[in-house]
């Protein structure tokens, strides 16, 4: 049992902090915050993912070992969950929810989502939306809100799901894997992985922006 003073220590917004503290069962709670609850769109899903993996490794760190197969089951069943609660909140509040946000980057999201559900479809959308921040916080409550399928939605996140949180978590343990005292290049390799994560985001809001100048 965490002492109110560690509890109190702890950074949401650093992988590290959240892994060193609560291990596999911090990653089900980030994972479920960030796909199922609106509040949880700051919370660090990719870098999570990937610093969890690259724990996971034997020798090859110096902060906390995890489980490989803890860390995957509590990621896919916090992602998966997550984002089916999402999807009932939004079918049953509807734009309410969003529409009592004042906070811009979650109002953004939610534009997009919907653009981006108009553009490639249901099925796409609710995939590619694991990987864009925010998006894929926003998306899924946006989903019920709009009347997608619930079989169509269920089939097409759990898919996207696994994706996300499998692969990160075995590119952070791949990496971990290959190079040894791979911590002392955390910082830098969690920062690109952000980036990364980010580049979807950024390439829409750059393709928003010319459509909005075409028109």
């Known amino acids: 049992m965490l002492s109110s003073s560690a509890l109190l220590a702890v950074n949401p917004l650093d992988a590290g902090s959240l892994l060193a503290s609560f291990g596999a069962l911090g990653i089900a709670v980030v994972m479920f915050a960030e796909t199922g609850l609106l509040v949880g769109f700051f919370l660090p899903g990719d ?21 490989l197969g803890e860390v995957l089951a509590a ?25 009592r946000s004042r906070n811009k980057h979650l109002q953004a999201g939610a534009v997009r ?19 864009v921040p925010v998006v894929r916080t926003v998306l899924n409550p946006l989903a019920g809100a709009l009347g997608v399928d ?15 949180t499998v692969g990160l978590v075995l590119a952070g343990y791949a990496l971990g894997s290959s190079i040894p005292n791979v911590d002392h290049y955390l910082l830098p390799i969690v920062a690109l992985v952000v980036l990364v994560s980010l580049l979807p985001l950024a390439l829409e809001l750059l393709r928003s922006r010319r459509r909005a100048g075409a028109e």
């Open 113 to 131: 989502a919907e653009e981006i559900l108009t553009r490639y479809g249901h099925a796409k959308a609710v995939v590619l939306a694991r990987f």
């Open 47 to 67: 870098s999570l993912l990937f610093t969890a993996g690259l724990l996971c490794t034997t020798g090859a760190h110096s902060g906390p070992h995890l489980n």
């Open 150 to 164: 619930v079989r169509t939605f269920t089939v097409w996140q759990v898919a996207g799901g696994l994706v996300w």
């Open 75 to 99: 990621a896919v069943v916090g992602a998966l969950a997550g984002a089916q609660v999402g999807y009932l909140i939004g079918k049953r509040g509807g734009r309410a929810l969003l529409a």
